[in-house]
């Protein structure tokens, strides 16, 4: 049996986790609005053609924020086509991906939705085929109470509240030749400062995410990052990056030895921000958005909307091997908490999403519905510094790669242990909570199958689900657990009775 040692110490920590971090994303692309979180006509659908039964998955996983309304629909979005009454608002040519947009649901709409689900909305302004004053007046109009020309048009349209949006996206990965309305690094940054500046005269308070690369591999990478901030650092907050994996060389070792690059990449604009940082002798430090992250590659990501309203693409159906994929994406986006304050898994709804639906008929949960909700509900108050040794592992494209994968938070004195077996073999995992004085388990989740490419449909919605069989336990000051191959594993640990630890 492989082994594997974690350490933790409580006074030692890497961070607050910022509830953000389980951020999420909806792009009005597919049918991930209309279809899925609305549909009036649908047999749950509530007095505002929202799902309801989409409603309470969304709220099973907790999703504290999310991104809205793009992508790289938002680089040629009017916002003004989504406000007002409804019968009135034009259908519009959807250009990124190739589709029509009805604008039935808009900005109001969105925000509804959102307070439902109890997740603050992050706003993304189009930085492509608009400018300035399109996202200063969007500020206004959202945020600002009353007695000015686009706040009055908001209760004109019957919100009284202003939204109060505190997270703004200055546009979406301008990097990319792909975006409308694609900028140079200096056209961007130039933009962005000014975007900026303008937004927060209207509304001070907000904070502001400026585009980083759109991927690490991207020929830009680095010099797009030092030349944005070098226009643009003091004006935001954060940097963004983004990043999906693929396996379709159905090789299960490599792929989930891809995080290693995410960890390398987040390290790698850590650097790049800190290296504008001290070109400017700033005092300030940029944290990062990582407000597109999944697997994505089931789908032929090719295929556009055909000039349809609500087509389904990007309609990727995950399976267990994702599930790990997305588990380690977490687990790495948690060990870096001190700067990760923002991360959305892109995306929620049927386009590469955790949750899937049929128009018109039922909604489910993908396999990696599972890593996130378990995150998102246990990983809640700090990281600790935790000194993990593995044995390891060489691959295709990597080596040395440790078959665990972990990391440990603690909240209110009780501690989660997130860890991924990376390996084909059983893990006998030994972790050290000395400090922890008489900590037992409370539970063990873990989500494995004997087919890694098992999945979850309409049809067998409940096929890949997580199981609480893990055989985890304390004993003398060290948690011992059997980690299954190819595993995810939640181990909760908290003051309270003991149990043995039992190693079949
Ligand atoms: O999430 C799907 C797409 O991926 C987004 O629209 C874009 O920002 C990225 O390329």
Redesign the pocket.
């Known amino acids: 049996m492989k082994t594997a040692k974690i350490k933790v110490e409580r006074n030692f920590q890497i961070g607050r986790i910022d509830r953000r971090i389980y951020g999420s ?1 909806i ?1 009005h ?1 597919g049918r991930a609005v209309y279809g899925g979180i609305y549909e009036p006509g649908h047999e749950t659908a509530d007095e505002d053609g929202f799902r309801r039964d989409v409603l309470e998955l969304v709220k099973e996983i907790g999703v504290p924020a999310v991104r809205y309304p ?4 938002v680089s040629a979005y009017n916002w003004e086509d989504g406000v007002g009454p409804a019968a009135e608002r034009p259908r519009r040519l959807e250009l ?2 190739q589709s029509v947009e009805p604008n039935e649901v808009g900005t109001n709409e969105f925000m509804k939705w959102a307070g439902k689900a109890g997740a603050e909305v992050i706003m993304a302004v189009n930085l492509g085929t608009r400018g300035v004053d399109a996202a200063r007046n969007l500020v206004e109009y959202c945020n600002h109470d009353s007695g000015s020309y686009y706040s009055d048009l908001r209760r004109s349209h019957g919100v009284k509240e202003p939204h109060r949006i505190r997270t703004w996206c200055l546009g ?2 301008m990097d ?1 030749p ?1 975006q409308m309305g694609h900028k140079t690094a200096e056209e961007y940054g130039r933009l962005a400062c000014e975007a900026a500046n303008a937004m927060r005269a209207v509304d001070p308070d907000i904070e502001l995410v400026a585009c980083g690369s ?1 991927n690490h591999v991207i020929k830009t990478f680095g010099s797009w990052e030092l030349a944005v901030l070098e226009e643009c650092y003091d004006q935001v907050d954060y940097i963004s990056l ?1 990043t ?1 994996y693929k396996n379709r060389a159905k090789d299960t070792a490599n792929f989930l030895a891809k995080t290693l690059d995410m960890d390398r990449q987040i390290s790698d604009v850590i650097a790049l921000c800190d290296a504008a940082g001290a070109v400017k002798r700033s005092k300030k430090k940029i944290n990062l958005s990582f407000d ?1 992250w ?1 697997v ?1 590659y089931h789908s032929d990501s090719r295929k556009k909307g055909n000039w349809q309203a609500a087509p389904p693409i ?1 309609e990727d159906i995950y399976n267990v091997e994702d599930a790990l994929a997305v588990g380690s994406m977490l687990i790495t986006l948690l060990r870096h908490a001190d700067r990760v304050k923002i991360a959305c898994l ?2 929620l709804v049927n ?2 999403g955790a949750i899937m639906t049929e128009t018109g008929g039922s909604a489910w949960r993908q396999t990696i519905f599972y890593p996130y909700m378990h995150a998102s509900r246990y990983g809640r108050g700090r990281v600790l510094d935790a000194k993990i040794t593995s044995e390891k592992y060489d691959c295709r494209e990597y080596t040395d790669v440790p078959y665990l994968d972990a990391v440990v938070t603690e909240q209110e004195g009780e501690l989660t242990v997130f860890a991924l077996n990376r390996g084909e073999e059983e893990l006998h995992l030994t972790c050290d909570i000395q400090g922890y004085g008489t900590y037992s388990v409370k539970e063990h989740i873990t989500l494995y199958d004997t087919d890694r490419y098992a999945s979850n449909t309409a049809a067998c919605p409940n096929r890949v689900v997580p199981r609480r069989d893990g055989n985890a336990a304390v004993e003398d000051g060290c948690c011992h657990a059997v980690l299954k191959p190819l595993s995810w594993n939640v181990i909760r640990i908290s003051a309270g009775t003991v149990k043995k630890y039992e190693t079949r």
């Open positions: 994303f792009e692309l793009g992508g790289n629909f990124a991906w979406n990965e990319g792909w759109s983004h999906y597109e999944n994505w990007l892109a995306q386009v590469i």
